[in-house]
């Protein structure tokens, strides 16, 4: 069994900033391409970020030089710094992550989700 735990949601003003976190823990036998999510109310779940085992990345256009998406091998965590933040970021924030287990099984693991609000 693979669990994802995410942490550092919360409530920022506009122009503030927060990083989220969202490590993967059980039977790993290795972690591939590991992304964040974001999904409003009534509004399809959209691709933020996503960073490959190479370290390659991606953005959505919205969100380019304003957050930045990182990971730790060591840790088996991913990580999403989030910059100049604005109202319009305000969603709840899932991870997802390939995950080889070790039973040599590649499926693909969904975190619990964090509710990121910006509002003054």
């Known amino acids: 069994q693979v669990q994802l735990v995410e942490s550092g949601g919360g409530l920022v003003q506009p122009g503030g900033s927060l990083r989220l976190s969202c490590a993967a823990s059980g039977s790993i036998f290795r972690i591939y391409t590991m992304a964040w999510y974001r999904q409003d109310p009534g509004k399809q779940r959209e691709l933020v970020a996503a960073?490959?085992?190479?370290?390659?990345?991606n953005y959505a256009d919205s969100v380019k030089g304003r957050f930045t998406i990182s990971r730790d091998n060591a840790k088996n965590t991913v990580y999403l710094q989030m910059n100049s933040l604005k109202p319009e970021d305000t969603a709840v924030y899932y991870c997802n992550v390939d995950i080889k287990s070790d039973y040599k099984i590649l499926s693909n693991y969904w975190g619990q989700g964090t509710q990121v609000t910006v509002s003054s």
């Open positions: 960073i490959t085992s190479g370290g390659g990345t």
